[in-house]
């Protein structure tokens, strides 16, 4: 079966600009994560949907960045007037749900601001 | 807050050398601990995960166990191949009062050489 998908693989954007970033789950996974990896570090907790609960937004950096759910199905996360801090590997992840522990990531989507 | 702390890399090692990749971990509560590993050009995968202590998680010749005394949960492999080059991330989750989100350590690249 299909895996977590992540598009686009690579985006360059100038500073200023918005963009978004697109995430599609397994199929049946009701909590879908964001985390973020900047060059040299690990991979830090941006923000987390469950089913219909309220999102877990906590790992937002700032109120530049926001993050959608439809159901229980694709996911955006936008960041508005990017700046070069914000290039890093931007990765996605699903799973079961609550109790599950594995999460399935996609391949990440590579943001360079310039 | 929770923390994971593990070795800097890169680890270069020659095919069938022993591997040890070190993981310490600091949490408030009682925390699920896993490594994660990402091949070159692919996403995260799960490698192995341990729920409890003295439990031993282990999966392609990969062992590490949950050591509450020392907060450690290091990784092992007898005999590594080239084939094992990727970088290695340990992670725990708490799932009472911290969600389902994975706190990473920064990752060790392995280099296995002939």
């Known amino acids: 079966g299909a895996g977590v998908s992540q598009s686009p693989s690579n985006k360059v954007t100038e500073k200023g600009k918005d963009v978004e970033l697109r995430c599609d789950p397994i199929?049946?996974?009701?909590?879908l994560y964001w985390y973020r990896q900047r060059l040299g570090q690990g991979l830090e907790f941006l923000i987390y949907?469950?089913?219909?609960?309220?999102?877990?937004k906590s790992g937002l950096p700032s109120d530049r960045f926001s993050a959608e759910r439809t159901g229980e199905s694709v996911s955006t996360l936008t960041i508005q007037r990017t700046q070069q801090e914000d290039s890093a590997v931007y990765l996605c992840?699903?799973?079961?749900?609550?109790?599950?522990?594995?999460?399935?990531f996609g391949p990440g989507t590579r943001l360079t601001v310039t | 807050g929770d923390s994971v702390t593990q070795m800097e890399g890169p680890v270069t090692l020659s095919e069938e050398a022993f591997l040890t990749i070190n993981c310490t971990y600091t949490?408030?509560?009682?925390?699920?601990l896993f490594w994660y590993v990402q091949y070159p050009g692919e996403g995260l995968q799960l490698l192995l995960k341990?729920?409890?202590?003295?439990d031993k998680g282990s999966n392609k010749g990969f062992e590490a166990t949950y050591r509450k005394e020392t907060t450690s949960f290091h990784l092992e492999k007898g005999s590594v191949q080239v084939s094992d080059s990727a970088v290695y991330f340990c992670?725990?989750?708490?799932?009472?009062?911290?969600?389902?989100?994975?706190?990473f350590g920064t990752g060790t690249q392995l280099k296995v050489e002939l």
């Open positions: 992840a699903s799973s079961p749900g609550l109790a599950a522990y594995e999460q399935y």
């Open positions: 199929s049946g996974h009701t909590a």
């Open positions: 949907f469950q089913g219909n609960s309220a999102p877990d």
């Open positions: 949490a408030t509560g009682y925390p699920s």
């Open positions: 341990a729920t409890k202590a003295d």
């Open positions: 992670a725990l989750i708490l799932l009472t009062g911290g969600g389902n989100k994975l706190t």
